[in-house]
C-alpha cells in the first residue's frame, strides 16, 4: 500500500508540554529457534491492536521495524498512561509478559528490552523532508515548516518559548 509523501518540509506540532517517547523491542539471540522467537513477537501484534482500539489508553502513535534485533518507537500521553497499560490485568500485556518471564527469560534464546524517555517539549526538534506521515508528526500534528520554523534553533527556541509560563504582573520590571 503506497504512502503518500509530502513534498517539502514538515514539523511536528505537538500540542502539549510533555511527549513520553517509550522504545521496545527484542533480538532473536538463537535465530535457529525461529519457533521461540514467534512465540515472543507474536503477542505484540494483539497489544498494538488494542491500543489502536483503546485510544484512552494513552498511546499517540508508533512506528516498527523488523530484523533481528527489532523495535517499536511509540509516543505516549504520560508515563502513567504506560505503566497504566503494562500493569493492566485486562489489557494483552500482562498475560504475555508473565509467559515470556516463565518461559523464555535467562534461556538466552530471545532479548527484550524497553527504554522510556519523558520529554519535555521544550526539549524536542523534528523536521520531515519528502516524507510520508511518520513519528511524531503522525502521531500528534503534521505541520508545515514557515516563517520562524526554517531552521532547528528557530523550531527548538519556538518550543522553549511556548513551555515557558507567561511572566506574572509581580515578574515585571519598570525602569
Given at each position: ?25 527484542m ?12 512465540k ?47 500493569a ?26 524497553h ?29 508545515p ?30 525602569f
Amino acid at each position: 500500500m503506497a504512502q503518500e509523501i509530502f513534498p517539502g518540509r514538515f514539523t511536528a506540532d505537538i500540542g502539549r508540554d510533555t511527549v513520553t517517547v517509550f522504545l521496545i523491542g527484542m533480538r532473536a539471540n538463537r535465530w535457529w529457534k525461529l519457533g521461540r522467537v514467534a512465540k515472543v513477537a507474536s503477542a505484540m501484534p494483539t497489544m498494538m491492536q488494542h491500543l489502536a482500539k483503546n485510544p484512552d489508553a494513552g498511546l499517540l502513535g508508533s512506528e516498527q521495524w523488523f530484523g533481528r534485533t527489532t523495535i517499536l518507537l511509540s509516543y505516549w500521553e504520560s508515563p502513567e498512561h504506560l505503566r497504566r497499560f503494562a500493569a493492566d490485568r485486562d489489557s494483552p500485556h500482562l498475560g504475555p509478559w508473565r509467559k515470556f518471564m516463565k518461559e523464555f527469560a535467562g534461556s538466552g534464546d530471545v532479548g527484550v528490552w524497553h527504554e522510556t524517555y519523558q520529554v519535555p517539549a521544550s526539549g524536542i526538534e523534528v523536521v520531515y523532508n519528502g516524507m510520508p506521515l511518520f513519528g511524531l508528526a503522525k502521531a500528534t500534528s503534521h505541520t508545515p515548516v514557515g516563517p520562524g520554523s526554517n531552521t532547528a534553533k528557530q523550531r527548538m527556541s519556538a518550543r522553549a518559548r511556548s513551555a515557558d509560563p507567561a511572566p506574572t504582573k509581580s515578574q515585571h520590571m519598570s525602569f
